[in-house]
């Protein structure tokens, strides 16, 4: 209560809003420790700069340009770094057109760029191995690739390369998935491709005792794809390893512990960056080691859509942009009489699967023009592909034909034939009576469905598979018999994998021939997208059209056809989506029924906001309270089967809300009439005190099932774990999740005696528990999780956050996220997840479906703007007229101007060092009465425009009720706390007044400053104490920053807000101007020391401890290196606080000042 008193009297009551603190980790604390840092890229697949020369247009979802610029950002913060990439990268985006030139545009790149190794792919095959090593001898790194060997018994790659960074040996093991026999057989002819499992297991044995760490870097996805491979069996197998990159499967996997071993995979086409972390510890004996692999390896993925292109490395890439570009704008011909692919009946089933098209017929003309094959298969590898009617361009037959496939012809008999087509018809799902729709095996890839020209057939759905080709015969309608023999063409992947496999082929010890071979047979348009080109310009002279002689069609299906008409209707109009797999990379797995169909006058909205803030003034994008009450209103009053939840944060943020304590908050919440709401990070930065007051005044329950009470151990007692809403006879359970982040992104002090439990451990029991009816309630209909958990959309579209173990729930139905201010709506792992963004200017919704016999089917999730113009605009008269009543009431307090200032005050916590973070800063230092002003760049949330300052505008500027707390720290203390707040792009720079701070950009973090004067001049001893000041948020560890050192710290409960008005009221008008407290560069003073003159005299303590240990350094986390006895008398050659530097056995040792004499 005095606390508020104190606030409320003061005008000044604020939230304290806490960023994300994990800034980068120190590289070397002491000599005794270095951090390793790998960059690591995979299946980068010919994207050497932002562009797609296949659709000719420009992609900005990562690139090796992009790749460059976020290398350089990681290589400063450690320069202890080695980047490595992890294979095919010479394939893909038209770069096999530089093959044959002197220059490759990725090697080039990755050459610029640094790269330490390169482990080849399977695509590196591709071309042959001629061709792979003139392109490898052009890369500056070591070429990886140990269990491919060459007929005379040498390697193709080295199995492993030793590269030092920081002191420590680092070995690389790299080896390629042994299936590249598979796809590239000819290619391989003569070569030995062993295990890359053993292999691993020999570099391994060779080095180990050679180098501090290994990790290997080997094309082969996280488990195994046809045996003797898998990230996992190298983990198992070969346990040594710190980390394992895995590529190949093109999956995203940022963190996985397989026998103690981390793997990662960054996902395809340089999307994402994958970053280890090694902290290796000096042992005993001298010899850097792993101390701890659990918490010492770490690793994560980091997006590169957000990273603009590396301009010198695009200067350096621009002739091969230029040509590539050119190349794909070669006109090659004309298209008349219409699109080669019809337009699909059903959005998201390709027509091209269902029905013959001029597309696929024209690819198998093509292939049998060139090979004079009778029959041709071929594959729609993009649910999109197409060429439309007008000019056609080279890259539109790289849309039509996506891959570097070269073409075989293959000698085989009529029953071989129907074999394969039974093959590509189990394509299609088993068709059954009811279904509405027609849908694809969720097991069986796009690209893997081969459509057959020179035959005629049917491919009966309705039998099961391998009973499925009808009436296959030839275009002249004569039978295929069994043993017709018959020239078959097709690309050299199908050859190689599915048909020719010596282990797992379809026609595997039939002894098929093969009769043509493009690479070796017509090497002049080798694959078949050149050869497309070819045809069109050559034998069609440049003008084609549209044929299709519907050759096959799909028979064994019927349905009722208005109920199919319906479904196309709704599944068009976004009224109904199509089944998929459950990572989402497959659609239409399943065929649609009458009972999946929604009956929508019985659909159930569930409405959703997060992330509100206080924001009740209309105000750029903010919609304000009037303007957000009124639409949620509208959309109720049209849709009555509905209820609104919030999902956190809702109160701090704003003056109003601030001053008042959230009750303005509270009366909007009432009148929208919300059910619940989760329980916000920033809830917490007023105390906990105010839960049931806001439940109270807002007419809602708080919902947290993971906060507990450390002093009873049971459920905080003023949020309940979950909430029942009754609709239309259906009950929807609503289960609340804190985000466990609320220990560190509030003020600590505000949350000690809660414990945030694992989301995840507490959701799944309760939720069965819902579903089961195990509770008072009854049995739910629905459970929804309405959390505070962060959800997030990376750079390929696919939703991610800390709420992704929810979705492995099968009791939970949906998921309501909050906190990361993200728009997200969508599926992961088959969950519907949906995220508004903040401050009201969008609403989540959540569809909950029933179909026409009332029984639950999904929740449809989606997002809806909040408008704040137009005719859809309608202020709510109530909330209005509340808002205007409290504003008139604050603004004696907020429209005060409290000074002026004659310059502007910009600021940006991540460009660096500003002037209002000096002035700030200062102005702290002045108030405290110390030496040195400190703060945070996030505490300071917006720049002053030059003119008068408001009490408002001091609000914006500092919106948090942070208290000036000043202590005495020593030198050393002063130089780590500062160090955290140097080039941090996760917290942002600290702002400090009073020292001048130089340090190095290159050096390693947490090692940069290399020294610190005070204003005078004098410089700061690491061993002295000075005077300090500091907001409270800080001192309590907030943004990581550590002021454990400090000693006589004493909290003033002055509000800096306070502080900063009192300042301006005193001053009336100010003018700073920017000192520059934090220098990159070099201390231009030399301290010199005259040996001669003033000779130090030598300082011996005593040992007056029994046995006194020696730390490797005055470090809470410093291990002991050794003892003394009790009477040992030892030189003293430095101090920091009452830690004591001496030399121990030729190393720096650090004892204990209170155990001498």
Request: hydrophobic residues 35%.
């Amino acid at each position: 209560m005095k606390k508020h008193f104190k606030i409320l009297t003061s005008w000044l009551l604020t939230f304290l809003m806490i960023l994300t603190i994990l800034g980068p980790v120190s590289v070397s604390a002491d000599s005794n420790t270095v951090e390793i840092q790998i960059l690591a890229t995979s299946d980068l697949h010919g994207k050497f700069q932002a562009y797609d020369y296949a659709t000719n247009s420009v992609s900005k979802s990562g690139s090796l340009a992009q790749i460059s610029t976020a290398i350089k950002k990681f290589k400063a913060q450690n320069p202890n770094t080695l980047i490595v990439d992890n294979g095919d990268t010479i394939q893909g985006n038209s770069v096999q057109i530089f093959n044959n030139e002197d220059s490759h545009p990725m090697i080039t790149a990755m050459n610029e760029i640094g790269y330490d190794t390169w482990t080849f792919g399977n695509h590196e095959f591709n071309y042959g191995v001629p061709t792979l090593e003139k392109i490898a001898k052009q890369f500056k790194g070591t070429v990886l690739g140990g269990n491919v060997y060459r007929p005379d018994g040498t390697r193709l790659g080295a199995p492993y390369a030793i590269i030092e960074r920081g002191g420590v040996k680092i070995g690389i093991v790299g080896m390629v998935t042994p299936h590249i026999t598979k796809w590239d057989a000819e290619n391989l002819k003569g070569y030995k491709v062993t295990s890359p499992i053993e292999e691993t297991r020999k570099a391994v044995d060779e080095i180990k005792d050679k180098v501090d760490v290994i990790i290997a870097v080997e094309h082969m996805g996280p488990t195994p794809e046809y045996g003797d491979d898998g990230a996992d069996l190298l983990a198992n197998k070969v346990p040594e390893l710190a980390a394992i990159v895995a590529g190949h499967a093109h999956m995203k996997v940022p963190k996985k512990e397989v026998n103690g071993v981390i793997i990662v995979e960054p996902a395809n086409a340089g999307t994402q960056l994958a970053r280890i972390t090694i902290k290796l510890t000096k042992d005993a004996k001298g010899k850097y080691k792993i101390a701890n692999k659990a918490s010492d390896v770490n690793s994560e993925l980091i997006d590169m859509a957000t990273y603009e292109e590396d301009q010198e490395l695009l200067a350096k890439l621009k002739p091969f942009h230029d040509k590539a570009l050119a190349d794909a704008n070669t006109i090659i011909g004309k298209l008349v009489g219409g699109d080669l692919a019809p337009a699909n009946e059903i959005n998201g089933i390709p027509q091209a699967q269902l029905q013959p098209t001029a597309m696929i017929e024209l690819i198998n003309k093509v292939q049998m023009h060139y090979t004079k094959a009778d029959v041709s298969a071929a594959a729609l590898f993009n649910a999109k592909s197409n060429i439309k009617e007008g000019d056609i361009k080279k890259s539109d037959s790289s849309l039509i034909y996506q891959y570097d496939n070269t073409l075989y012809m293959l000698e085989v008999t009529g029953k071989q034939l129907k074999k394969y087509m039974e093959w590509s018809a189990n394509y299609y799902n088993t068709f059954k009576p009811g279904d509405l729709t027609i849908s694809f095996n969720p097991n069986i890839r796009m690209y893997n469905y081969d459509m057959f020209y020179g035959v005629k057939y049917e491919i009966d759905i309705s039998q099961p598979e391998g009973s499925r080709i009808k009436n296959l015969r030839y275009m002249n309608d004569v039978p295929v018999k069994d043993d017709d023999i018959i020239k078959l063409a097709v690309n050299n992947y199908r050859a190689n994998t599915t048909l020719l496999n010596k282990d797992t082929g379809l026609f595997k010890g039939e002894d098929v021939k093969v009769l043509f071979n493009s690479d070796l047979d017509f090497k002049e348009a080798p694959q078949v997208r050149d050869m497309i080109a070819k045809y069109i310009k050559e034998v069609k002279g440049g003008v084609i059209s549209p044929e299709c002689s519907y050759n096959w069609k799909l028979t064994g299906y019927s349905w009722d056809y208005g109920k199919h008409s319906k479904v196309v209707e709704m599944i068009n109009s976004g009224l109904m989506s199509l089944p998929t797999s459950a990572d989402g990379r497959t659609p239409n797995v399943k065929s649609i029924t009458w009972d999946m169909v929604p009956d929508i006058k019985n659909t159930i909205n569930v409405l959703s906001f997060n992330d509100f803030h206080g924001t009740l003034k209309f105000e750029g994008k903010n919609p304000g309270a009037a303007k957000f009450a009124g639409f949620v209103k509208k959309y109720i009053k049209e849709n009555p089967n509905s209820v609104v939840v919030s999902a956190g944060d809702i109160y701090q943020g704003s003056a109003m809300s601030n001053l008042l304590l959230g009750k303005p908050v509270s009366e909007m919440l009432k009148s929208i009439g919300i059910a619940a709401s989760a329980v916000g990070n920033h809830e917490f930065d007023w105390g906990a005190n105010n839960f049931e007051t806001w439940s109270k005044e807002g007419g809602f329950e708080f919902l947290a099932a993971n906060i507990y009470d450390k002093k009873t151990g049971k459920p905080v007692s003023w949020a309940k774990p979950y909430k029942y809403v009754t609709i239309n006879g259906k009950k929807i359970a609503f289960i609340g999740i804190a985000t466990p982040e609320t220990l560190y992104k509030t003020k600590p002090e505000n949350v000690k005696d809660y414990d945030f439990k694992d989301p995840y451990q507490i959701a799944l029991p309760l939720a069965y528990e819902l579903k089961m009816g195990m509770v008072p309630e009854g049995r739910a209909d629905i459970v929804i999780a309405l959390t505070h958990l962060g959800s997030d959309v990376d750079a390929s579209k696919n939703i991610i956050g800390e709420f992704e173990p929810l979705t492995k729930i099968s009791y939970i139905d949906a998921i309501i996220t909050g906190h990361l201010h993200k728009s997200v709506s969508g599926y992961l792992n088959g969950k519907p997840v949906v995220q508004a963004y903040y401050n009201g200017r969008t609403l989540g919704r959540l569809a909950l479906e029933f179909n026409y016999d009332g029984k639950f089917i999904g929740a449809r999730p989606s997002l809806i703007n909040v408008p704040i113009t137009g005719s859809e605009v309608v202020e709510d008269a109530e909330v209005k007229a509340m808002y205007e009543k409290y504003e008139n009431q604050l603004k004696p307090i907020l429209e005060v101007v409290v000074g002026k200032t004659t310059v502007e005050l910009p600021h940006d916590r991540f460009a660096g060092p500003s002037l209002l973070g000096e002035w700030v800063s200062d102005v702290m230092r002045k108030r405290a009465g110390v030496q040195i002003g400190i703060t945070n760049g996030g505490g300071l949330r917006t720049s002053i425009p030059a003119g008068d300052i408001t009490m408002g505008k001091m609000y914006e500027v500092m919106p948090f009720d942070n208290t000036l707390v000043k202590m005495e720290l020593t030198g050393a203390d002063l130089k780590k706390v500062l160090e955290n707040g140097i080039m941090n792009q996760t917290i942002g720079w600290v702002q400090v007044a009073g020292v001048k701070v130089y340090y190095n950009p290159k050096a390693n973090a947490g090692e940069r400053i290399t020294s610190m004067r005070l204003n005078d001049g004098t410089k700061v001893e690491m061993d002295k104490y000075y005077t300090v000041v500091t907001n409270d948020f800080m001192f309590t560890g907030g943004d990581n920053y550590d002021f454990k050192g400090a000693k006589n710290a004493v909290d003033t409960n002055i509000p800096i807000r306070d502080a900063l008005v009192e300042e301006l009221k005193n001053v009336k008008t100010i003018s700073p101007v920017k000192v520059g407290y934090l220098i990159e560069g070099e201390d231009p003073v030399k301290d010199t020391n005259n040996n001669n003159s003033n000779p130090q005299v030598k300082k011996f303590v005593t040992v007056t401890a029994s046995s006194l240990y020696v730390r490797s350094s005055y470090k809470k986390e410093a291990r002991a290196i050794g003892s003394l006895k009790r009477g040992t008398k030892v030189e003293v050659v430095g101090q920091v606080g009452n830690w004591l530097k001496i030399k121990y056995k030729g190393k720096d040792g650090y004892i204990y000042k209170a155990y001498t004499k």
